[in-house]
């Protein structure tokens, strides 16, 4: 910005010496020195600690802006990466966090740049790869690639339901930048399950969302398809399971013939590995299968009953199948199975639940089944999972008729309670139960004027509440966030009102964010209640 004043005085002085004409050299010096730095330094400390403001981020913002505006990657890397190295001042600057984020900012805007790669580079090596989420910079390099992933992993692994998507959504970006780098985390996957599979297997579940993102990205579903089979050891083609599992994951459905052939190659005396059919896709399509009738139905008196006897038997012996293991996706522990979960025995408990549950219960009825399903069927995820996907299929059917014909103001409804209860002896199914809460909170259910339906969503309110005291937080509140411009003010009071009385402090940055948002269009009414008016103002 400007030479030290040590080299200014020793030219003025040479000026002076040599041209013997002082007040020449002094009318130079205040016609053309501008005195930048130490305006800046006046600025950003003398008058912002008067004004209470912080000089150092009003100096760093303004120089980014600058700095993002101006940067030019082919002037700067033709001047500073002439030998290949980045200049010694580098190091100093990456110690700071916010220029660290500059960096990965603009290195997303020119992934091209020497300069920036370099700079990325030596921000792996400094320790903080963890930062690193620009899915074109990590990419390119496989180191700093490599340990993106494996930090992302360690953190997962101990995720819950009400931080797995914050944690998952960095991985995300970076593992579905291409086909290239999705192979890569799923080939690393597999290795980690290979090795150990009972402690990873939670990397399951981050297998599946992983498909799931590169699939919405890229829309290649064949593609994807023919990466998994090739990373489990199947065939792409003349293979029965490949055929099938392709046909589940691809298309959502799958043929008699299909169903007959996994049965078949399950059965037999040399069966492939499970790990195949571990997918949530695959478990979701027999769970909807035989739980969730379709809507052609009518009033039959057993779930299923779209299928015919043969085929939903081999439906649930595969079900069986995948779940009876150590690293079944829907076990919420570590601990290997039991003697008491052995294929054949959870082949007939499915059996024998399916068989329990009708397709159209009266509320006397639904109260009956739900006293025999707490009691004899809630203890494996499976089967409490299978229970969720027939309480939605209950709720649903013909125009949510059970809502129309037996809600009451006073009342809470009993499918509500059965899925309270499931929530909170398993916490891997809070967000199929959080699932089932917003379906129906978001439906138009014709048969009920708006007075019945706002309290109807009041239940539903209260219900995803109770969901947040078992640890499931952050979707709700992201949720009501997202819908509470179309919903009845009073359920958005309501809830802030229940939500303050239920949280206490540390609070974490992403619920301060969430729930302030929420509050603010109804902060002045919530304010009035005398009750909430000191939580929230400590809030």
Not at 185 to 211: C, F, H, M, T, W
Not at 291 to 313: C, F, H, Q
Not at 376 to 389: E, H, R
Not at 417 to 423: C, D, G, Q, R, S
Request: net charge negative; charged share 20%; aromatic share 10%.
């Amino acid at each position: 910005m400007e030479e030290n004043k040590a080299t200014i005085y020793e030219r003025s002085k040479a000026k002076m010496n040599a041209t013997g004409a002082p007040l020449e050299a002094v009318s130079l010096l205040a016609g053309n020195y501008l005195g930048l730095g130490s305006m800046c330094n006046l600025v950003a400390d003398e008058w912002c600690e008067i004004l209470g403001l912080d000089g150092s981020q009003i100096v760093y913002e303004a120089a980014k802006s600058v700095m993002l505006e101006r940067f030019d990657p082919e002037a700067i890397d033709k001047k500073y990466m002439v030998d290949g190295h980045p200049p010694t001042w580098l190091a100093g600057m990456i110690e700071d966090h916010r220029w660290r984020a500059t960096i990965y900012e603009l290195s997303e805007r020119y992934p091209r740049s020497l300069f920036l790669n370099a700079a990325i580079q030596h921000i792996s090596q400094a320790g903080y790869q963890s930062e690193i989420t620009s899915a074109t910079t990590a990419s390119k390099y496989f180191n700093i690639f490599n340990n993106v992933v494996l930090d992302s992993f360690k953190r997962l692994r101990n995720a819950n339901e009400s931080n797995f998507q914050a944690r998952f959504e960095p991985l995300a970006k970076i593992c579905a930048q291409n086909e290239h780098t999705y192979f890569a985390a799923q080939a690393v996957i597999r290795d980690l399950l290979k090795d150990d599979p009972i402690g990873n297997y939670p990397l399951k579940r981050v297998s599946n969302e992983l498909e799931k993102a590169a699939s919405r990205r890229h829309n290649k579903p064949p593609l994807l398809g023919n990466m998994n089979l090739l990373l489990a050891g199947l065939p792409l083609f003349n293979s029965d399971v490949s055929t099938a599992i392709l046909s589940i994951k691809q298309k959502g459905e799958l043929s008699p013939g299909h169903v007959v052939a996994l049965y078949k190659a399950y059965s037999g005396p040399s069966p492939p590995p499970i790990e195949y059919l571990q997918d949530m896709t695959v478990i979701d399509f027999l769970l909807n299968s035989v739980y969730y009738p379709p809507p052609d139905t009518g009033r039959a008196t057993v779930s299923g009953a779209g299928l015919r006897p043969e085929i939903k038997d081999k439906y649930i012996w595969l079900l069986s199948r995948i779940v009876s293991t150590t690293s079944n996706p829907l076990d919420s522990s570590s601990s290997p199975s039991t003697a008491d979960q052995t294929p054949d025995h959870t082949y007939a408990r499915l059996v024998d639940l399916e068989k329990r549950l009708p397709v159209q219960p009266n509320a006397t009825d639904f109260a009956q089944v739900s006293g025999t399903v707490i009691e004899q069927f809630l203890d494996l995820p499976i089967l409490a999972a299978a229970v969720v996907v027939w309480v939605r299929y209950v709720l649903h059917d013909e125009n949510h008729y059970y809502y129309g014909t037996y809600f009451r103001l006073a009342e809470t409804p009993v499918p509500h309670l059965l899925l309270e209860e499931i929530a909170y002896r398993h916490p891997v199914l809070h967000a199929r139960v959080f699932q089932a809460y917003r379906e129906v909170f978001s439906a138009k259910i014709n048969t009920l004027g708006p007075a019945l339906m706002t309290a109807l969503q009041k239940s539903i309110v209260d219900q995803m509440l109770n969901l947040m005291t078992f640890g499931y937080c952050l979707p709700i509140l992201q949720f009501i966030k997202r819908v509470q411009r179309k919903i009845d003010e009073s359920l958005t009071v309501h809830f802030v009102r229940r939500v303050l009385e239920m949280i206490e402090a540390p609070y974490s940055a992403a619920v301060i964010s969430a729930l302030a948002e929420i509050t603010e269009p109804v902060a002045k009414t919530v304010v009035d209640m005398s009750e909430h008016h000191l939580t929230l103002l400590n809030f």
